[in-house]
């Protein structure tokens, strides 16, 4: 008799995993059955909010978007020699005029490039000048070239071969902050 109570417990233990086995598989199934339908009911609704967006609307700021950046880059690449100029006239000696100015201003050197000639009053105006602008945190290097003394003025010509830091020319630098 004791096999028989050790089969029938096995036996009941079979079947309350069968049925329990059988209740997960409906639960799943449902489970499966209310997720379709749920995402059935979402894509009417995304169908249906996307039928109500404006597509000139959103068009037209995607295309405000894209202005808004040309003009950032434009802003941020626009070479201003105002910056330059300031600096120099605070820092030129009195006797010491400048003739012509040709700069390069390479947006990926961070720097601008200058070559002016000019005229100074002395041989010690100049060496003045090239200290002031050697002591400008701004001033990268600045060469004074091709001295030589004018016979009927009296003065010294001279060209200057400098470079001096982008923020001088970098417009965005220069421009207030909004």
Do not use: C, W
Not at 8 to 20: M, R, Y
Not at 47 to 76: C, M
């Amino acid at each position: 008799m004791e096999k028989k109570k050790g089969a029938n417990f096995f036996g009941v233990l079979a079947t309350i995993v069968f049925l329990l086995s059988l209740l997960s598989a409906g639960g799943v199934f449902a489970y499966k059955k209310i997720v379709e339908n749920q995402i059935v009911a979402l894509g009417g609704e995304i169908q249906t909010a996307e039928g109500s967006l404006d597509k000139a609307g959103i068009e037209n700021l995607s295309n405000f978007d894209k202005r808004i950046k040309a003009i950032k880059t434009l802003i941020h690449d626009h070479v201003a020699v105002s910056g330059y100029l300031k600096m120099l006239e605070a820092s030129t000696v009195s006797n010491i005029e400048f003739k012509s100015l040709k700069y390069s201003a390479p947006a990926a050197k961070g720097q601008i490039s200058i070559t002016m000639d000019g005229r100074a009053g002395s041989y010690a105006a100049v060496a003045e000048e090239e200290a002031i602008l050697l002591k400008n945190p701004d001033t990268i290097s600045a060469t004074f070239d091709n001295l030589s003394l004018n016979k009927d003025s009296g003065g010294v010509s001279f060209v200057l071969k400098g470079s001096f830091k982008g923020k001088l020319v970098n417009f965005s630098e220069l421009m207030p902050k909004i």
